[in-house]
């Protein structure tokens, strides 16, 4: 996502604490020298010649013998963690009421929400827009769980950013989501680059509905409406268009 971005932005951009609130094998391939196959015979018509192929064969019996029961192992643990999480969903389901089922149904079916004209452009309307939009992902990562272009729209650097993403993944990993809440933008302020600095700032204030997550081993947790809650977000245009540097909710 472009140059490694941290940016430095007054009274700092942290996290906000919390939601809205293989097994590998390595292997050798084994090649064989031009005439290498004549050169055994002749090598093991000698009793000492013998004796070495017989070594080298008991030696590589054992290896490939060695080899499979490692690769059984694996298998063997492969299985035993898909078992696990399958019997883990089963039991999750299983303690969903038929209302609950239906409400994580209407989350997860949650269109993704459309990009605004001139997001991409290189002015204020610009960055505006790709926050607002950056906005909309936020909710709709929470619901379905999907944070693809969140991310795509987050730099590498953002710690608000990654921990958005982080938490969303992990709540729907657990078999949770959040359902759909209101969110009104009543002001946006685009500010232009400050000397020393290399991003622009973007003030948003927004007002939010409650806020309702359901974890299926502990039950559904509330947030009351937010009224005027303010954010500062820190962006830039990097190859055709806005990212997000970080983002930090202001005290009231």
């Known amino acids: 996502m472009g140059d490694e971005y941290v940016p430095t932005i007054p009274n700092g951009l942290c996290t906000r604490g919390d ?8 292997g050798s391939r084994l090649g064989r020298t031009p005439g290498g196959r004549r050169f055994g015979r002749w090598y093991a018509s000698w009793p000492w010649g013998r004796a070495g192929c017989a070594l080298k064969d008991a030696r590589a019996e054992a290896s490939a013998s060695a080899s499979a029961s490692a690769s059984a192992a694996v298998a063997r643990a492969e299985k035993g963690i898909a078992d696990a999480n399958a019997s883990a969903t089963a039991s999750r389901e299983a303690a969903l009421t038929p209302d ?25 309307r610009g960055a505006t827009g790709s926050v607002q ?25 953002c710690v608000f950013c990654n921990s958005v993403i982080d938490q969303a993944t992990e709540l729907h990993k657990e078999g949770g989501w959040a359902n759909r809440w209101e969110q009104d933008i009543t002001n946006i302020r685009y500010y232009e680059k400050l000397e020393g600095y290399n ?6 204030h927004i007002s939010y509905g409650q ?17 005027d809650r303010e954010l500062k977000l820190g962006v830039r245009y990097i ?3 806005w990212m997000i540097g970080e983002g930090e909710v202001i005290p009231k």
């Open 19 to 26: 939601p809205p609130v293989e097994c590998g094998r390595s």
């Open 100 to 124: 609950l089922k239906a409400q994580r149904d209407t989350a997860l079916a949650e269109p993704a929400p459309a990009k605004p004209l001139h997001m991409d452009e290189e002015s204020a």
């Open 133 to 157: 939009y950056f906005l909309e992902l936020y909710r709709y990562a929470y619901m379905t769980g999907d944070t693809t272009e969140l991310a795509a729209m987050s730099e590498d650097g």
């Open 199 to 204: 991003y622009n700032l973007i003030h948003v």
């Open 211 to 227: 806020m309702t997550w359901f974890y299926p081993d502990s039950g559904p947790s509330v947030a009351e409406p937010d009224e």
């Open 239 to 241: 190859n055709g268009r």
